[in-house]
């Protein structure tokens, strides 16, 4: 059964679009923690670097688990124990001084809090529930609210630290991550009973170890993952690192935050385009394009001279393409295997986002340590921004219905 009436369909995707609006927020301002944390704690970038990119992996791990509890029991509660979980992990971190407590708050409790309020939960929940011509819409706006917190929350909470202090804007964010509590009235309840729909198979008794079995020996899903991992390599390196990048340029921290702010900004643009084109066109052709002009986009920042424009342009440029992934590859997830275990199984691409996500942090730590800038992560996301580019072609995917394109 499907949400019909206007009204109720808006509920759900306001509500979806404004828990991911916080629980992004409270993600990918980290980085802006990096250096105050360093010199609270003189635990060194490349320790507290590997704190925060165990976080990536965890948000990613989190979701396809998160995802199969909330398939078979609901999403509401899945998002209040995610709330709990963000908030303790942050209000927690002030207090920790050690790499191994930085493990378990920044790395374990608030990442796997962030991914209980994430993108396989909400849009599986509401694609769940919503006819089959708004999903793309839904998935774009969404995705473009989890923009909107990184355009709000980067500027807010670089002038809290500046400000107030770095432990105030820390536990300013975890009280803010609660307010999830509330917004996910509108998706309680069980998932409604739908068929799978595989492949133009359909099945009213598929259970989720088959469906996961089958999706991992589907080419077109394996290639997905291929991508995403791409998409989370450069982007936990970005909110990770690119205030030391701008650091090392000898601009203000102010530019970072601002770099940050307009990232999210563009990606709503990017989300919400992403989501109206993913109707009319092949979702793994707007993949393609979408890593090939993040190569493009790369190589023209590292020959341009490093002013804070230079990072403006470069932020507003790459952010239309930030998150605009998120729509077609849900998109397609759903279109090869149908919405019964759809937060599962972009859940699980999602992973594979986090893994990526991980080294990109990680090793963003290493570099700066090993040969005292960025250059070769900046090398790095040139060449796997083209391999996802390329890897995304032999997806097996059908025109968009008549229907779709008119929708």
């Known amino acids: 059964m499907t ?5 109720a369909a808006w509920t759900l995707i ?3 679009s404004a828990i991911l609006m916080i629980t992004m927020a ?15 704690t003189g635990l060194g970038v490349a320790s507290i670097s590997f704190a925060m990119a165990v976080g990536q992996f965890m948000w990613g791990a989190s979701q396809p688990v998160f995802g199969a509890v909330a398939d078979k029991y609901g999403s509401m509660p899945v998002i209040v124990l995610g709330a709990v979980l963000l908030a303790g992990g942050l209000a927690a971190t002030p207090f920790v001084s050690t790499q191994w407590g930085l493990l378990v708050t920044l790395g374990i409790l608030s990442a796997s809090g962030a991914g209980a309020g994430s993108f396989s939960i909400l849009i599986g929940a509401t694609a769940q529930r919503l006819p089959a011509e708004r999903r793309a819409f839904a998935s774009g706006f969404i995705n473009a609210g989890g923009s909107f917190g990184q355009f709000v929350f980067a500027p807010l909470v670089q002038f809290l630290i500046a ?3 770095w432990i105030t804007a820390m536990l300013a964010l975890a009280a803010t991550s609660l307010f999830t509590i509330p917004l996910a009235w509108p998706l309680r309840g069980k ?17 989720l170890g088959r469906q996961v079995r089958d999706a991992m020996r589907d080419r077109s899903y394996l290639c997905l993952h291929a991508g995403f991992f791409t998409c989370g390599f450069h982007i936990a390196f970005l909110v990770t690192h690119l205030p030391g990048e701008v650091a090392l340029c000898g601009l203000p921290a102010g530019v970072s935050a601002t770099a940050l702010g307009l990232i999210g900004l563009f990606n709503i643009a990017g989300s919400l385009a992403a989501g109206a084109l993913a109707q009319r066109y092949r979702m793994k052709w707007l993949l393609a394009f979408t890593y090939g002009s993040r190569a493009v986009i790369i190589a023209a920042y ?7 424009w230079t990072f403006y342009v470069f932020a507003a440029a790459l952010g239309f393409t930030w998150l605009a992934t998120v729509p077609p590859t849900a998109g397609l997830v759903g279109k090869l295997f149908g919405m019964r275990y759809l937060a599962t199984l972009f859940g699980l691409t999602l992973l594979s986002h986090q893994i990526g996500g991980f080294f990109g942090a990680w090793l963003g730590g290493l570099a700066f340590v090993k040969f ?29 219905a008549p229907a779709a394109v008119a929708a």
């Open 14 to 16: 306001l509500a979806a």
């Open 191 to 207: 998932p409604p009973a739908q068929s799978v729909v595989g492949h133009g198979a359909l099945s009213s008794d598929l259970t």
């Open 302 to 308: 590292l020959l341009a001279p490093k002013s804070a």
């Open 26 to 40: 409270a993600r990918l301002t980290t980085g802006l923690f990096l250096s105050p944390l360093n010199t609270a």
């Open 163 to 165: 400000t107030t202090g």
């Open 3 to 7: 949400t019909t009436t206007p009204r």
């Open 372 to 400: 005292g800038d960025y250059s070769w992560m900046w090398y790095a996301d040139i060449a796997l921004a083209l391999a996802a580019a390329f890897v995304n072609l032999p997806i097996r995917e059908a025109k968009p």
